[in-house]
């Protein structure tokens, strides 16, 4: 079964370090996603891909955080400098674009821990 | 504006027993879609069930019921005899669907705890 793959799975660091996560969407899933789900909230979504544009990054805190899906496959996003504040899971999430609702599949998610 | 309010934080009950968690939605499009996700200790988010807004049945999964009330704007969700192995967070959630911005607004979730 097809799946949304993510790593790393855990990341530790240190505050003011920079840190890169990579998402791999469902192979033909043209939409991905990402949120952030700080710890007893809900997740929140961060950035939206269509292909390789961005359709949604009006939650994503510009000043330290980017994302970029180059070819309109994988998608890379990093913190830097990262704050204690970013801890934090990070969830990578892709869904198919065909003209009706698209149910969207997550991956395992990324737990970043800053020190 | 969307929002998703599960009002309990944390719930506990005995294996067996039945157990219903509430979901409470605002949104101004007559247009949605409502979901059921959850997300065990593992950390990766199940989905259990999307609803559209214009399919008011309620729904029977196994063990599992959605209770979908438009006039309430409440989309509850039972477990019937419990089990230990559903002790997670059950997230609501909502979208208003359709076209580029289909963005999930998730509530802070409810943390389910069955003991044996």
């Known amino acids: 079964e097809a799946e949304v793959a993510q790593s790393p799975r855990y990341k530790i660091t240190e505050k003011s370090q920079a840190v890169a996560f990579w998402c791999d969407p469902i192979?033909?899933?043209?939409?991905l996603y990402w949120y952030r789900q700080i710890l007893g909230q809900g997740p929140e979504l961060l950035v939206q891909f269509q292909d390789e544009s961005v359709v949604d990054d009006s939650q994503l805190p510009k000043d330290r955080f980017s994302a970029e899906r180059l070819k309109g496959v994988d998608s890379t996003l990093k913190i830097q400098p990262a704050e204690l504040g970013d801890s934090a899971m990070y969830l990578c999430?892709?869904?198919?674009?065909?003209?009706?609702?698209?149910?969207?599949?997550f991956g395992p998610g990324t737990r970043l821990t800053v020190l | 504006a969307q929002k998703v309010t599960q009002a309990q934080t944390e719930i506990s009950v005995v294996e067996k027993e039945d157990v219903t968690l509430d979901c409470v939605y605002e949104t101004r499009d007559t247009t949605y879609y409502l979901f059921w996700y959850k997300q065990p200790p593992s950390g990766e988010l199940v989905f259990l069930i999307r609803?559209?807004?214009?399919?008011?049945q309620n729904e029977i999964s196994g063990r599992y019921s959605w209770n979908f009330q438009k006039s309430t704007s409440s989309f509850n969700f039972t477990i019937t005899a419990s089990q230990v192995v559903d002790s997670a967070v059950y997230f609501c959630a909502l979208s208003e669907a359709l076209g580029r911005d289909d963005k999930i607004i998730f509530g802070k979730g409810t943390r389910l705890h069955i003991l044996p």
């Open positions: 999430a892709s869904s198919l674009l065909d003209g009706s609702y698209n149910e969207q599949f």
């Open positions: 192979s033909g899933h043209a939409t």
């Open positions: 609803r559209n807004s214009f399919d008011e």
